[in-house]
């Protein structure tokens, strides 16, 4: 699958470039049009002081009407572009799926106990093994 690449980080509510022994992921999320005049891109508050976007504000906005969405109203209807090489069968592909993180379980290796973390879940389209995209912790 060919996907289109982000020229810039301005184009993305989410970009993310990993390399681990599961292999290699690039995944983003572009940022849509605004649903009710369709002429600027739906982001974040900007600060006024700074004129940079306010990291957690819980809506996004319109620049050009002014039109409001619920954060996580919004994050949900938006796909991710995700590239991958997978680390078991070597095969370089392209997916695209909703963005919804699911919790999965997971095992932290500090503590040894199981610990629930948000990720992006998706097959290697060759040997179907499962890679995650995980949401950073701290």
Known sequence: MILQEPNSMNECVYFTNRNDNNGKVKAWVFK?????????????PKDEKTGRAKIRA???ICEECGY?????EYEDSLTINIKYTCGKCNNS?????????KKV???DEETGKK????????????????????????
């Open 68 to 72: 409001k969405v619920p954060k996580q």
């Open 115 to 138: 610990k629930a973390i948000e990720t992006i879940r998706f097959e290697c389209g060759k040997c179907g093994e499962l890679m995650d995209v995980t949401k950073k912790m701290k």
């Open 58 to 60: 819980t809506e996004y």
């Open 93 to 101: 592909d392209g997916i695209s799926m909703p963005f919804k993180r």
């Open 32 to 44: 849509e049009k605004c649903p009710k005049c369709g002429k600027c891109l739906m982001g974040k």
């Open 105 to 107: 379980q997971r095992i």
